[in-house]
């Protein structure tokens, strides 16, 4: 990363941040704090967006409308100047705002007198079966008045009380309702109101609330509250209707406007990083290097020739540079995979560009599914195209969006892994796997005994060779920032990682003491060419010309007692890494047997299903060759009633359908979840640290409105992460 000074006129402020803008990476560095300058003061018309921002968002309330999600055409305006962009807004707020404003104090005053109207009904509907005028109940010149409900388990417990207290002096009458209440009315003497209150709060006995006008008969109040209320609910739901036209009408204007006046504040905010002088205006941030011409020819076609541009590298020693990663759009949700991780610092190396393949191979070999792949495959292209439309899934199916294209890259190798192992909706009764070694079963239609063997060798094989990519990538990084002790232990830790995955295939493969035996001999291990024909001497790898015990202590001995001794000058963090690096050796070697372990719950899970289930229907499929290869075979072994026998290749409806939604959601749940380990855990510890400071540039998401076209292309450059 570079640092750019930027200077112009004082009266370029405006067309220096649409600059910046366009540009896209301009990481501001925030030298007013620290200088300690006056804040500038806001422009009429910068406050008067600000205000307009304020009340198109209350616009925006009152219509519910959910602003951070886009709209199906994004509308072309003109916010080269703040003018323009205010006059747009001003607009939608005189043609909108009034008549909402009307309407939604109509509904408040209207919600007002539904409510009192409809306690209204509810005291008459209590006070119907006593024929009670609700007139009556209050406080005259001798009597004290009330109506309400109390449980009725507690109403003899009532008239007790006040027959106690009034010495017989009251009048009680009662109706019990069905839901455990009684309806009562109660007149005592006045002199004896607080007394009788007294004992009504402590029995829970509910008072009505008399409304005003409440005069008459319970009848005839209950009948004109029904009626008042009826026509104050159709005033209601017509205004709501006039609401919502509006809505309908002026949701994308508002929408637009609110994002207008939300890119002027973030414009303004931009501000607060400027520095300015009685005649200039200066501003400093971060870019990559390498981006310096096209920040010059976007600042020269805003601003013209009032401009110095500056680049510098300074030596910061309190201020850590940012990291830009520059990787191109479709790899842009690995790069999220790793951040999520830490961002690279700059003795880093960027391992999106790896992990756009790694990834999703490893998940196609754990998840391997022809039909099941392709339904990920569709999922992705879907969320693809409705995010380029600039559609909205919301805040869960979001993440599809977001991801969409790793989604594709899944649903490509998982559907490869099917192809690989057979497997079509979790039925063998389709695809002839095109590595018959993984077929479930053999020539002759019996379950093949060694499939899980063949499937342990392949996982552990993939971890050695993911686990060495990522040795060699240490190395790389550490000779790169010349830091040779280190590329020194990394360098014998690969020989050493090397001399072990050799004798663990090509000598022994389930005993340690063949490593030392003097008379044994070693075969050189070769990734996936031995896959079926065991280890060791199997006939495919090649015989060296070395016993196992000194090639033992040539690979695996040396190696290691060399790291130990430039490990040790470290001190204890070198000892403690030299620690983590043999123990790691093992475990995360092993570790990748996960991939056969969740492979193995998928197949098994699948075929639960499809062997459990009725099949509703079995579906033909046609025998399928392309350039020789047998896709889909004429005939394939299924077990009937009678022992295996050979059938037209189908699949079973019901167990395919009810298995893919079952065992899609969870088990591809699972296999993303294990496929992230293996890479956190047991890659990025062999090179990838992360610690660096995520790079932050200025920059305007827009998702109602299209921002202006951009003449520049973005030149290319290496994965690596560049400070």
């Given amino acids: 990363m570079v ?209 005003d006008g409440s005069e008459g008969s319970p009848e005839v109040i209950l009948s004109d509250a029904i009626s008042r209320i009826s026509e104050i609910k159709k005033r209601i739901a017509d205004l709501q209707q006039r609401k919502d036209d509006l809505r309908k009408e ?120 022809v039909g099941q792949g392709f339904l990920i495959l569709l999922i992705g292209i879907a969320a693809w195209r409705s995010k380029k439309k600039g559609d909205d899934w919301g805040s869960m199916l979001g993440y599809l969006q977001a991801g ?98 050799n004798l663990l295939f090509g000598v022994s493969y389930n005993s340690i003491e063949k490593w030392f035996d003097p008379a044994g001999a070693v075969n050189m291990w070769l990734p996936f060419v031995g896959i079926g024909y065991g280890s060791g001497n199997n006939g495919v790898y090649p015989l060296l010309p070395v016993g196992a015990q000194t090639f033992t202590i040539f690979m695996l001995i040396i190696p290691l007692v060399i790291m130990a001794m430039l490990s040790f000058v470290g001190g204890m963090d070198g000892m403690v890494h030299l620690l983590e690096s043999v123990l790691g050796m093992i475990s995360h070697t092993v570790s990748y047997a996960r991939i056969f372990a969740l492979n193995t719950v998928h197949v098994i899970l699948s075929g639960v299903f499809i062997t459990l289930l009725p099949p509703i229907l079995n579906i033909p499929f046609p025998h399928i060759e392309i350039l020789g290869v047998e896709i889909i075979p004429e005939l394939v072994w299924h077990e009937g009633a009678h022992g295996p026998e050979q059938v037209q290749p189908f699949l079973p409806l019901l167990g395919a359908v009810v298995g893919t939604l079952i065992v899609g959601i969870l088990e591809g749940l699972l296999a993303f979840m294990h496929t992230l380990r293996l890479h956190f855990v047991e890659w990025f510890s062999k090179f990838y640290h992360a610690g660096g400071v995520p790079f932050e540039p200025f920059r305007i998401e827009r998702i109602h409105t299209m921002a202006p076209s951009k003449d520049f292309d973005l030149p290319t450059q290496s994965g690596y992460a560049v400070n």
């Fill in 3 to 211: 640092v750019a000074k930027i200077i112009s006129h004082k009266d370029k402020d405006r067309q220096m941040t649409l600059a910046l803008e366009e540009f896209g990476l301009f990481e501001f560095i925030d030298v007013r704090k620290r200088s300690n300058l006056a804040t500038v003061e806001k422009t009429r018309d910068e406050s008067t967006a600000i205000a307009a921002l304020e009340r198109i968002e209350r616009l925006a309330s009152t219509f519910d409308i959910e602003l951070d999600r886009g709209i199906s055409k994004r509308a072309s305006i003109d916010d080269s100047t703040l003018s323009s962009s205010i006059e747009y807004v001003s607009d939608v707020i005189r043609s909108v705002e009034p008549e909402v404003l009307e309407i939604d104090k109509d509904l408040v005053s209207l919600q007002m007198d539904l409510e009192r109207y409809m306690n209204i009904r509810d005291v008459a509907q209590y006070l119907e079966p006593l024929g009670l005028d609700p007139g009556y109940i209050g406080t005259t010149e001798y009597t004290y008045t009330t109506a309400g409900v109390i449980k009725t388990s507690k109403f003899s417990e009532l008239e007790w009380s006040l027959k106690e207290v009034t010495e017989d002096s009251f009048a009680v009458s009662s109706i019990d309702l069905k839901r455990g209440v009684t309806v009562a009315t109660i007149s005592v003497p006045v002199a004896l109101q607080s007394a009788v209150g007294r004992i009504l709060t402590a029995l829970g006995f509910e008072s009505f609330s008399i409304p």
């Fill in 250 to 369: 002026w949701r994308t204007k508002i929408a637009v406007a609110w994002e207008l006046m939300d890119i002027e504040r973030r414009r303004l905010d931009a501000r607060r990083f400027y520095v300015y002088t009685e005649e200039s205006v200066k501003t400093w941030g971060w870019i990559p290097k390498g981006k310096e011409e096209r920040l010059e020819s976007i600042l020269k076609k805003h601003i013209g020739s009032a401009l110095v541009l500056n680049i510098e590298e300074p030596d910061f020693t309190e201020t850590e540079s940012p990291t830009y990663l520059d990787n191109p759009d479709f790899m842009k949700p690995t790069q999220k995979v790793v951040e999520s991780f830490g961002t690279p610092s700059k003795h880093d190396l960027d391992p999106t560009k790896l992990m756009w393949i790694s990834f999703p191979l490893i998940f196609g070999l754990v998840f391997a599914d």
């Fill in 404 to 501: 969409a294209e790793g989604l594709i890259m899944m649903g490509i190798f998982a559907m490869i892994g099917g192809f690989l192992f057979g497997s079509f909706f979790g039925a063998e009764t389709v695809i002839e796997p095109l590595w018959p070694i993984f077929a479930h079963l053999d020539e002759h239609g019996h379950p093949n005994p060694y499939r899980a063997v063949h499937m342990l060798k392949l996982s552990i094989e993939i971890g050695a060779i993911q686990i060495g990519l990522g040795i060699l990538l240490s190395i790389y990084n550490h000779v790169k920032h010349h830091e040779m002790r280190k590329a020194g232990i990394s360098a014998f830790y690969l020989w050493l990682y090397v001399g072990f995955v």
